[in-house]
Nanobody
Framework: QVQLAESGGGLVQPGGSLRLSCTVS????????MGWFRQASGTQRDIVAG???????SYADSVKGRFTISADDAMNTVYLQMNNLKPEDTAVYYC????????WGQGTPVTVSS
């Protein structure tokens, strides 16, 4: 059974940093995409950053220059380094993996507040 486990969320002051991790377990044929999405209270789930097989990355405009996505060679673990965090970054962050189908993690909450 394939599972995604996120970690690294928490409470941080504005301007601070957090590093999220997402680890894939179970039998996977091939991972084509790993991404981070976030959902604030009362809003839809939006993409934050993604990394494709081969290494290409993409970012939402709101996080460009502040967040960095990376993965290990097998893409079994993906990271999201979040710097200069702002209150509007507060949300539950979800990891998504695309292989032969889509898989989602359970989410890890991030709160940016003084």
């Amino acid at each position: 059974q394939v599972q995604l486990a996120e970690s690294g969320g928490g409470l941080v002051q504005p301007g601070g940093s957090l590093r999220l991790s997402c680890t894939v377990s179970g039998s996977i044929f091939r991972i084509n995409f790993m991404g981070w999405f976030r959902q604030a209270s009362g809003t839809q789930r939006d993409i934050v950053a993604g990394i494709f097989r081969g290494g290409a990355t993409s970012y939402a405009d709101s996080v460009k220059g502040r967040f960095t996505i990376s993965a290990d060679d097998a893409m079994n673990t993906v990271y999201l380094q979040m710097n200069n965090l702002k209150p509007e970054d507060t949300a539950v962050y979800y990891c998504k993996m695309i292989s032969t189908r889509d898989y989602w993690g359970q989410g890890t909450p991030v709160t940016v507040s003084s």
